[in-house]
């Protein structure tokens, strides 16, 4: 049960820290001639790059779903996205070169949409322009009512090593409420098929805090989702943001759980899937022991990105399709995340980059200080400021803020030392978001836990 303190804190809104600065800070300074610049920088050099692809179509709109999608009942407007992707990884090529890639990551969206004779094309495309290593981690999210037998053998045969199937929830009144029928079969089924056809690597994503759930629906679908054996399983909280995406309107918010309820829901999962073999990462992960990313969270090698944990440590990411992030040395860039912005520019032939951030020496420093924090709850502030050059004390401040964090036995902080004594998962973006220097400025987030 959730203590009297931790409710307060678990009722804290905080930037889930997939960037820093996060993107309600990126601007209209940064525009395709920067981006365009920005690759030009990277011709002829040695770095390594993951790339991301994102698919924003999906057959039917979820009534949860937070992500850059659109509905498309036919194929031809898929077909012609593909099209204009092919160009944008054309202009890409054309001005970095053939960067050495390590990860490809195809995100959505359902990019499974893609027809498989038409994914296929671009993945040729990809190793044609680039040099893609041979033991590339080469992920796709799929949606499972959408996976069979044959598509899951023609992803092998593209080279595809890892699927990430969205689950959420097994209970049928959990999934009445959220608009998604997908009954248990429909996932065993994909997660046979994907193993049939040899593509190892599975991740299964579950949420928690939807409504309708209670602590015996979320632990049958914990232990649902545990009996499959995927190597990797993440568990979001549910971002309730419908000023944001107007399909969580659908949501019923009178049956949404409260703060400390969502607490104990992830609790009630985390605990079930711990009990079953898996290991935390980070706030929402958990893998099987040797794993590599249990590994590289063991390691201290655990990097966060907008594709949440990874353990690749690419120089840099290019972002593809609308709404696409790219980081590169000098800084963020995101492509238009309206569809028809991203394809006129790409008609044009230059860049869709709308907004970005062109990072200074202090957001590189705090960037490494918030990764350390949502990746190992614990930093070493002195030895952070020791690679990049700069002066403990510029954190004199950030250090005050979690005074009364480190009175109530929270967090310990020694000397430059900072640690997550407790509730880690709940209290990680909360520490994080001390050293963010931009916090406060307008933006609206969702709940901690
Ligand atoms: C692009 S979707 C997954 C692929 C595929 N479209 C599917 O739904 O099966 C990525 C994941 O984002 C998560 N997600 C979507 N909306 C969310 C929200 N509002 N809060 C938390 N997680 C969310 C879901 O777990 C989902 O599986
Ligand atoms: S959860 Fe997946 S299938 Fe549902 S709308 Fe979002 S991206 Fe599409």
């Given at each position: 049960m959730i203590s009297l303190r931790l409710s307060e804190l678990v009722r804290r809104s905080a930037p889930r820290y997939t960037s820093y600065p996060t993107t309600p800070h990126f601007g209209a300074e940064v525009g395709p001639q920067d981006y365009d610049g920005w690759l030009r920088g990277l011709a002829g050099s040695n770095v390594s790059a993951s790339l991301y692809l994102h698919v924003p179509f999906c057959r039917s709109i979820c009534h949860y779903c937070a992500c850059a999608t659109k509905a498309a009942r036919r194929d031809e407007p898929i077909v012609a996205f593909a099209d204009r992707l092919r160009r944008e990884i054309e202009l890409v090529a054309d001005r970095a070169g053939p960067l050495r890639v390590g990860q490809i990551h195809w995100g959505g969206g359902t990019p499974n949409l893609l027809p498989p004779d038409v994914f296929d094309s671009l993945v040729t495309e990809l190793c044609d322009r680039f040099d893609v290593a041979s033991e590339a981690e080469h992920a796709i999210?799929?949606?499972?009512?959408?996976?069979?037998?044959?598509?899951?053998?023609?992803?092998?045969?593209?080279?595809?090593?890892?699927?990430?199937?969205?689950?959420?929830?097994?209970?049928?009144?959990?999934?009445?409420?959220?608009?998604?029928?997908?009954?248990?079969?429909?996932?065993?089924?994909?997660?046979?098929?994907?193993?049939?056809?040899?593509?190892?690597?599975?991740?299964?994503?579950?949420?928690?805090?939807?409504?309708?759930?209670?602590?015996?629906?979320?632990?049958?679908?914990?232990?649902?989702?545990?009996?499959?054996?995927?190597?990797?399983?993440?568990?979001?909280?549910?971002?309730?943001?419908?000023?944001?995406?107007?399909?969580?309107?659908?949501?019923?918010?009178?049956?949404?759980?409260?703060?400390?309820?969502?607490?104990?829901?992830?609790?009630?999962?985390?605990?079930?899937?711990?009990?079953?073999?898996?290991?935390?990462?980070?706030?929402?992960?958990?893998?099987?022991?040797?794993?590599?990313?249990?590994?590289?969270?063991?390691?201290?090698?655990?990097?966060?990105?907008?594709?949440?944990?990874?353990?690749?440590?690419?120089?840099?990411?290019?972002?593809?399709?609308?709404?696409?992030?790219?980081?590169?040395?000098?800084?963020?860039?995101?492509?238009?995340?309206?569809?028809?912005?991203?394809?006129?520019?790409?008609?044009?032939?230059?860049?869709?980059?709308?907004?970005?951030?062109?990072?200074?020496?202090?957001?590189?420093?705090?960037?490494?200080?918030?990764?350390?924090?949502?990746?190992g709850f614990a930093v070493d502030l002195d030895a952070v400021c020791r690679r990049h050059s700069a002066d403990p004390s510029i954190f004199a401040q950030d250090l005050a803020k979690l005074r009364s964090l480190a009175e109530q036995g929270f967090v310990r902080v020694d000397g430059s030392r900072v640690a997550i004594l407790r509730d880690g998962p709940a209290l990680a973006r909360i520490v994080a978001s001390a050293f963010d220097a931009y916090l406060g400025a307008g933006a609206r987030h969702s709940l901690v836990v």
């Open positions: 999210e799929l949606d499972p009512r959408w996976v069979t037998r044959d598509s899951a053998r023609r992803l092998k045969a593209s080279g595809v090593t890892r699927a990430s199937l969205g689950v959420q929830d097994f209970d049928d009144d959990v999934q009445r409420a959220i608009g998604r029928a997908q009954p248990f079969a429909v996932v065993r089924s994909a997660v046979a098929a994907l193993r049939a056809a040899g593509v190892s690597g599975l991740n299964l994503d579950l949420i928690y805090g939807l409504p309708r759930q209670t602590m015996r629906s979320i632990r049958d679908t914990a232990r649902l989702a545990a009996s499959l054996e995927a190597d990797r399983i993440s568990l979001f909280g549910y971002a309730h943001v419908p000023w944001f995406r107007a399909n969580q309107r659908l949501i019923d918010e009178g049956e949404l759980p409260d703060s400390p309820s969502r607490f104990d829901l992830a609790e009630t999962a985390r605990e079930t899937l711990l009990a079953a073999g898996y290991g935390a990462v980070g706030i929402d992960h958990f893998a099987k022991p040797g794993d590599p990313l249990a590994r590289a969270a063991q390691d201290g090698r655990l990097r966060r990105n907008f594709q949440g944990y990874v353990a690749d440590r690419a120089d840099v990411l290019i972002g593809l399709g609308p709404s696409a992030v790219g980081r590169l040395r000098e800084g963020y860039a995101q492509n238009a995340a309206d569809a028809a912005g991203w394809a006129r520019a790409i008609d044009a032939g230059r860049f869709a980059t709308a907004k970005g951030r062109a990072l200074t020496a202090e957001d590189r420093l705090r960037s490494d200080v918030i990764e350390e924090v949502m990746c």
